[in-house]
């Protein structure tokens, strides 16, 4: 089976390379598609709204399904 790519991402897996995220880039999980939005940021993982990914601590881990940040997608918006 073929899966198609999810429409909205940008390049997709940003691999953990922040050169490639902006302050405002939203990023989602791509195991339970969890977004993490920097303007609300991470109530879970005690994150202040307004919080770039790239900023996020190094322990940071999806707080739906503990996803590796290295994980997540650049949603294109």
């Known amino acids: 089976m073929t899966i198609a790519p999810t429409a909205g991402f940008s390049g997709g897996s940003f691999g953990g390379d922040i050169s490639k995220l902006e302050d405002t880039s939203v990023l989602e999980c ?12 991470d109530e879970y993982w005690q994150i202040a709204p307004g919080t770039p990914f790239a900023q996020l601590p190094d322990h940071w881990s999806c707080p739906n399904c503990d996803g590796r940040r290295e994980d997540f997608m650049v949603v294109d918006t």
Not at 30 to 41: D, L, R, V
């Open 30 to 41: 791509k195991i339970c598609w969890w977004q993490y939005e920097p303007a609300e940021g």
